[in-house]
């Protein structure tokens, strides 16, 4: 006797052959999960569970609490300098002030406790898609020159956050750089935290 499927992946075949047929183009809204529920005659669990595979999957884009929708092919960039600036636009972004953690005092140079600035950008690719995420911080006024750079790539997964600004579900694999800028006379001027998917970044560090 032929094993059936669970509802779940049935919804999650149909929205495939929609998207493969070309009926469902990239970029195209996907109705909601009631409309698709209704249509196909599933749970809205069921309707849930096959978006939430797909978009780990890299087949949907956006998130369950607005609206899903088709995924573009990403674009797949290599990382060789992580202190060059960013060439494109910046979406959303964020400032604000903290303590230094352990982590950030080591990188920094300064005592567990001590009050630094930050500040998040959200890095967009010239099509005005999420690229990356940059959350850097530093002590007083921030310096506007520095003499060198140093990065070490880690790997990483996406907290709750993460994957909110990136359109991307929690846990998916990133590269981590953690990189320092440094005075000319090897202060710590300012440390961040670089963010990138693995499904659109390569990392070839010198």
Do not use: N
């Amino acid at each position: 006797m032929p094993r059936v499927a669970p509802p779940y992946q049935r919804v999650a075949a149909e929205i495939r052959r929609r998207i493969a047929s070309g009926e469902w183009p990239p970029g195209r809204q996907l109705p909601s999960r009631a409309k698709l529920a209704a249509e196909l005659g599933e749970t809205d669990a069921a309707v849930r569970l096959a978006m939430t595979l797909l978009r780990r999957r890299g087949e949907l884009e956006g998130t369950q609490r607005t609206r899903l929708f088709v995924a573009h092919p990403p674009a797949v960039r290599t990382l060789l300098d992580p202190d060059r600036d960013w060439p494109y636009p910046t979406g959303d972004g964020a400032t604000g002030s903290s303590r230094a953690d352990v982590d950030l005092a080591a990188r920094l140079r300064v005592p567990v406790g001590t009050r630094l600035r930050w500040r998040r950008d959200e890095c967009l690719d010239p099509d005005s898609r999420p690229s990356h995420l940059v959350t850097t911080w530093w002590t007083g006024e921030r310096a506007r020159t520095w003499q060198q750079c140093s990065a070490e790539a880690q790997l990483h997964q996406l907290t709750a956050a993460e994957g909110d600004q990136l359109g991307l579900p929690h846990g998916v694999p990133a590269w981590l750089i953690q990189r320092t800028r440094y005075s000319s006379t090897g202060r710590p001027v300012e440390t961040a935290d670089m963010v990138l998917p693995t499904d659109r970044w390569r990392i070839r560090l010198k």
